[in-house]
C-alpha cells in the first residue's frame, strides 16, 4: 500500500496537479485573505451587484466560442489545434458583443434586479466576456501541450490582482465598481500570461489560414457546437439563474449574502477541481487513445477520492461557518455563516463531479448529458421558486437549493459513467493525436 502511493504521489498525474492546485491555491488564498477587508469597505448590496453581474457573465461565457475551446484539447493535429484556437478567439469580439446586447436588454425589462445597472455595464461586460472567452480558449491550448506551470502562474496572477484592486478602488468608491476593477484587473493579468506562452502557435496558426481550412476545421468539429454546446448552456443558466432568483425573492441584501457565501463555499471545491481538472481531462485523452479501456476506472477511483476530499473539507465547514461568519466578515454577514452550511451538500456534490465532467467531451454519445440536465437544471431552480412562494426563511431556501443540487450532481455522475464505457467513447487514436 505505502509503495503504491509512493508511485501515485510520484506520479506525472501527481505533479501536474500539485504544479495547478499550488497556483489555485495561491490565488484563491490571496482572495480568500483580502476578502473581510472587502467586506468591510462594501456593503451586502454591493456584493449583490457583483454577483447579478458574474452571474451572467458566466451564463454568457460558455457559449462565447461555441464550445470549439473544447475541441482544442482533442483536436486531431496539432495543426488543426492550432487553428480552432485562433478562430476561437476572433469570433470572441462579435460573440461577447451579442451577448452584451442581450445584457443591455435585460437591464431595460428590469429582470432578475437588473435594472438597477448603468447603461455603461453593458459595454463592460462586452469587455470582460471577451477577455474571459480569451483565457478559457488560451487555457484549453495549455492543456493540450500539458502547459500546467503557465496556466497555475497565470492564476496566480489573476489572483493576485483580484484582492488587491478592489482595496485601492475602495479610496474612490465604496459601490460595486469597486469590486468589479478586482475581477478586470484579474482577467488581464492572467490572458497576459496565456497569451505570451500561445503567442509562437498563435502566429504560426494564423499564417497558414485561409477561409477553406476554417471551413473544414469548423466542419470537422462541429459536434463541439451542435452538441455539447446546448449542453453547456443548459448548465451555464443553471448556475447562474439562483443569484438573480435570490436577489429578486429575498432582496438585494440577501442576494449579496448568498453571493458571498456561495463563492466562500465553492472554494475549496473550485481549488480541487482546478488542480486535478486540467490534468485528468488530459490523462483521459491518453487514455482513450489508447482504446480507453481505462476510462470509466478512473471515473470511478477519481469520484470516490474527491468524495472524501470534499468530506474531510466540509464537514467541518458546516459546523464552525455560522459562528465564525461575524467575526471574519463583520456584524452585517451574519446571515452568510447560516448559508455557508446549508450549502455544504452543493459543495461536497461539485467537489466530485466538476473535476469528472469533462469525460463527456470524449464520448461518442454527449446527449446522454441531457438526462442529467434536466434534472440539474429543473430541481434547483423549483427549489428556490418553491421556498419563494411558500414564504420560507432565505437560510432555509438556501438549504433547500443544496439538497437539490446535490440530487442533480448525483444524476450528473452516472452520466459519466455511462458516457465513457469504451463502446462509447469517439475514436481517437494515437495518430490523430500526433
Excluded at 152 to 162: D, E, F, K, T
Excluded at 186 to 213: C, E, N, P, Q
Excluded at 250 to 255: K, R, V
Excluded at 386 to 409: I, N, Q, R
Amino acid at each position: 500500500m505505502n509503495a503504491r502511493l509512493g508511485a501515485i504521489l510520484r506520479s506525472r498525474f501527481a505533479r501536474s496537479a500539485v504544479t495547478l492546485g499550488g497556483g489555485t491555491a495561491l490565488g484563491q488564498a490571496l482572495v480568500f485573505a483580502a476578502t473581510p477587508l472587502w467586506t468591510r469597505l462594501y456593503g451586502p448590496d454591493a456584493m449583490a451587484m457583483l454577483g447579478l453581474f458574474l452571474a451572467f457573465v458566466g451564463m454568457a461565457t460558455v457559449a462565447l466560442s461555441l464550445r470549439y475551446d473544447l475541441a482544442i484539447v482533442v483536436a486531431r493535429s496539432e495543426a488543426d489545434a492550432g487553428t480552432l484556437l485562433v478562430l476561437n478567439l476572433a469570433m470572441l469580439p462579435f460573440t461577447s458583443g451579442v451577448a452584451a446586447a442581450a445584457f443591455a436588454l435585460v437591464c431595460h425589462l428590469g429582470a432578475g434586479g437588473y435594472r438597477a445597472f448603468p447603461g455603461w455595464a453593458a459595454f463592460a461586460l462586452w469587455i470582460l466576456l471577451a477577455m474571459t472567452g480569451a483565457f478559457t480558449s488560451l487555457r484549453f491550448w495549455c492543456v493540450r501541450q500539458g502547459e500546467f506551470g503557465a496556466i497555475s502562474r497565470g492564476l496566480v496572477q489573476q489572483g493576485a490582482a483580484r484582492a488587491v484592486a478592489p482595496l485601492l478602488a475602495a479610496l474612490a468608491t465604496s459601490t460595486w465598481v469597486g469590486l468589479l476593477a478586482g475581477e478586470f484587473a484579474g482577467r488581464i493579468l492572467g490572458v497576459r500570461r496565456l497569451f505570451v506562452r500561445a503567442s509562437g502557435a498563435i502566429r504560426s496558426a494564423a499564417a497558414g489560414i485561409d477561409g477553406k481550412v476554417a471551413r473544414r476545421c469548423l466542419r470537422t468539429y462541429r459536434q463541439f457546437p451542435l452538441l455539447h454546446l446546448p449542453s453547456s448552456l443548459v448548465d451555464a443558466v443553471g448556475g447562474g439563474l439562483p443569484m438573480p432568483l435570490f436577489a429578486s425573492a429575498y432582496g438585494a441584501s440577501s442576494g449579496g449574502q448568498f453571493f458571498l457565501a456561495y463563492r466562500v463555499v465553492l472554494a475549496p471545491a473550485t481549488l480541487v477541481s482546478a488542480a486535478v481538472a486540467d490534468v485528468y481531462h488530459h490523462r483521459i485523452v491518453e487514455a482513450a487513445r489508447g482504446g480507453g479501456g481505462n476510462c470509466r476506472r478512473e471515473v470511478l477511483t477519481g469520484g470516490a477520492y474527491l468524495l472524501l476530499a470534499g468530506l474531510a473539507i466540509y464537514l467541518p465547514v458546516a459546523v464552525v461557518a455560522p459562528f465564525a461568519a461575524p467575526w471574519v466578515f463583520g456584524a452585517g454577514w451574519t446571515q452568510t455563516g447560516w448559508a455557508i452550511t446549508g450549502l455544504v451538500p452543493a459543495a461536497i456534490s461539485g467537489t466530485v463531479t466538476n473535476p469528472l465532467s469533462r469525460a463527456i467531451s470524449l464520448s461518442s454519445v454527449p446527449q446522454a448529458k441531457w438526462v442529467a440536465d434536466v434534472v440539474r437544471f429543473g430541481l434547483p431552480l423549483a427549489a428556490i421558486l418553491a421556498c419563494s412562494s411558500l414564504g420560507t426563511s432565505f437560510v432555509a431556501a438556501v438549504a433547500w437549493f443544496a439538497a437539490a443540487t446535490a440530487v442533480g450532481d448525483l444524476a450528473y455522475f452516472l452520466v459519466i459513467l455511462y458516457s465513457v464505457a469504451p463502446h462509447r467513447l469517439r475514436a481517437l487514436t494515437d495518430a490523430e493525436g500526433a
